[in-house]
C-alpha cells in the first residue's frame, strides 16, 4: 500500500520523467512537446519536497519532519531535495528540471476549496471565473495541436470549458474484448449522436493503450498514464 508522501513521490516522479520522454507520441501531434498538469487535492508540503537546509532555523522549525533530508541531495547551497524523488533530481541537474518555489495565488483565505478554485480557473478571487485556464490555454494554441485529457474520473475545473476535451480514468474492470468492442462499434454505426460519443471513446482508448498497467491501481502506473 502506499503512503501518502511515496505516492507524492512515485506519480510525480514517473510523470515528469515520462513526460519529458521523446518515446511517447500522442495522437499524431505536430510537436513532440507536451505539457502535464498534476493537482495533488490532498495537497503538498512544499517544505517537505525542497526544503531549505541551509537555513539554520530549518531543523528546529521542522521538528521530526527535517530527518527526512539528513541524506538528500542538495540542490545548492540551500535547497534540498527529498530522497524519494531522486528521479527528478536527476533531471534537475541535467536542467531539464525546474523548482519554483514559495509561489501562492492572489487568495488569502483560508478555505481549502475556495483556494482550489482559485488555482484552477486562474481567477484573482473564488467563483469569479467559471472555466479553466488550461481549457482557455487551448484557445490560442494552433488547432492541431490544441489537444488534452484529463486522467480523471471526471474533468476538474482547469480543463472545463467552451474548448472540447477527452478524459480518462483507469478502470479496475476486466478489459472487453476486441471482438465486443468491434459489434459495438457495428451496432453505433448507424447512430449519428451515439457513433460520434463512441469514435471519441476509442480514439481515447488507442490513446491509452499499454499504459493503464495494474489497471492504473497506483500511483506508477497513474503517472506512466498521464505521461
Avoid at 84 to 94: F, Q
Wanted: glycine fraction near 10%; aromatic fraction near 8%; proline fraction near 4%.
Amino acid at each position: 500500500m502506499y503512503d501518502r508522501r511515496s505516492f507524492i513521490g512515485a506519480s510525480v516522479a514517473s510523470a515528469l520523467t515520462l513526460a519529458l520522454s521523446p518515446r511517447m507520441a500522442f495522437a499524431k501531434a505536430e510537436t513532440d512537446k507536451r505539457f502535464v498538469f498534476i493537482i495533488q487535492r490532498g495537497a503538498a508540503d512544499g517544505l517537505g519536497i525542497v526544503a531549505p537546509v541551509g537555513d539554520p532555523a530549518f531543523v528546529g522549525a521542522r521538528g521530526d519532519l527535517a530527518a527526512d533530508f539528513a541524506t538528500a541531495a542538495k540542490l545548492d547551497s540551500m535547497f534540498a531535495l527529498h530522497p524519494e524523488l531522486s528521479v527528478l533530481g536527476g533531471l534537475y541537474t541535467k536542467k531539464q528540471a525546474l523548482f519554483a518555489h514559495a509561489v501562492a495565488s492572489p487568495y488569502r483565505d483560508r478555505s481549502h476549496f475556495d483556494g482550489q478554485n482559485v488555482l484552477e480557473s486562474g481567477g484573482t478571487s473564488a467563483y469569479q471565473v467559471k472555466d479553466g485556464w488550461l481549457n482557455r490555454l487551448l484557445g490560442v494554441l494552433p488547432p492541431t495541436e490544441a489537444k488534452a485529457i484529463a486522467v480523471s474520473a471526471t474533468v476538474p475545473l482547469a480543463l472545463r470549458g467552451r474548448h472540447d476535451v477527452s478524459s480518462y480514468a483507469p478502470s479496475g474492470l476486466p478489459q472487453a474484448s476486441d471482438d465486443l468492442m468491434q459489434r459495438v462499434t457495428m451496432l453505433y454505426q448507424g447512430d449519428s449522436q451515439l457513433h460520434a460519443l463512441w469514435s471519441e471513446a476509442m480514439n481515447t482508448r488507442q490513446l491509452t493503450s499499454d499504459l493503464a498497467g495494474g489497471g492504473g491501481a497506483n500511483a506508477a502506473a497513474t503517472g506512466a498514464l498521464a505521461a
